[in-house]
């Protein structure tokens, strides 16, 4: 009986570990020059383990490339390149989130952010003004 107890307490916490959700592991920020123009110009990748003005200068974090901006629910196709050792990651619309996948396999999913501005009118930060428009769950940048 203390056999059958384990395995089932095995198979519980490995069925746990399975679907577990995945923490937040990248941001979407849309981004203008000029917020009175109300024109977005890029969007950018960021992980979230350099969610700050640095994360942003980081010339590793990756544009965009393709999308049609600001990038929103029901969005256009577009993609992500060298996002986390990642070489690509496409994005689709999925009602109002974005799924992506790398390859042909699923990858994760975006839900719309706060649209907040994670370094407020920081222009020492940048010369743009950027907004958290998107949270990824994923595993590529854990």
Do not use: R
């Amino acid at each position: 009986m203390a056999s059958f107890a384990f395995k089932f307490a095995s198979l519980v916490a490995l069925a746990t570990v399975l679907v577990a959700p995945t923490a937040a592991d990248f941001h979407i920020w849309n981004c203008q020059t000029n917020p009175g123009d109300f024109e977005f110009n890029q969007a950018k990748a960021i992980p979230s383990n350099q969610y700050s003005c640095a994360g942003f200068q980081n010339p590793g974090n990756p544009y965009t490339n393709g999308a049609t901006l600001p990038i929103q629910a029901g969005s256009n196709t577009f993609t992500v390149n060298n996002l986390c050792g990642v070489p690509e990651l496409t994005f689709y619309a999925s009602g109002s989130n974005l799924v992506f996948y790398d390859v042909e396999s699923y990858a994760g999913t975006c839900y719309p952010g706060s649209h907040s501005q994670p370094f407020g009118n920081n222009v020492a930060c940048s010369a743009e003004f950027c907004y958290d428009d998107w949270v990824c769950e994923s595993y590529i940048c854990n």
